[in-house]
């Protein structure tokens, strides 16, 4: 269910929102290769109308499994929006939509936690990334043969007249 309110609601006093929404709910799935949402997003929100605006304010948690940019291991970041404000315009060219007298606060949530996804998630600040693999014995190239001498392409083009 989209998380929504009310305007009728706050004629006389400011209104309260509490409650979670799911990873569907957001459209927050399949986004990014290295974060993936299971669980829920926690919100904790109060509303007031201010003549054609509403001013949301309150604290948004979720939780994101993540895995290393640099060694791919998976590990949990929680993303806390808190202080999270929203201003909603009632009239204008960028007036939110409103149904029933109700609006739908989910799209606003929706960007202002997608930008504050990690750019490349770490496990940890000092991550080494991936170990290093100890390097292979050279061998010769074929280009060069066992006694030194060199059989390359240069030997070859040196040997073209014009």
Not at 58 to 77: E, H, I, S, Y
Not at 84 to 92: A, F, Q, R, S, T
Not at 130 to 154: H, I, N, V
């Amino acid at each position: 269910m989209p998380l929504l309110f009310n305007l009728r609601h706050l004629e006389d006093k400011p209104l309260t929102l509490q409650g979670e929404l799911t990873p569907n709910e957001l459209q927050l799935n399949d986004l990014d290769e290295l974060i993936e949402v299971k669980t829920d997003l926690q919100y904790e929100l109060q509303v007031e109308r201010h003549n054609q605006t509403v001013l949301i304010e309150g604290r948004l948690t979720l939780a994101l499994d993540c895995q290393c940019a640099r060694c791919l291991n998976p590990f949990r970041k929680w993303l806390e929006l808190d202080p999270w404000n929203c201003v909603i315009p009632l009239e204008g060219e960028e007036k939110v939509r409103v149904e029933n007298d109700c609006v739908d606060l989910t799209p606003f949530v929706r960007e202002d936690i997608l930008l504050a996804f990690p750019q490349h998630p770490l496990c940890k600040a000092e991550c080494r990334g991936l170990p290093m693999a100890p390097p292979a014995k050279a061998e010769p190239s074929s280009g060069t043969s066992q006694t030194g001498s060199d059989s390359s392409a240069w030997a070859e083009l040196n040997k073209l007249k014009f």
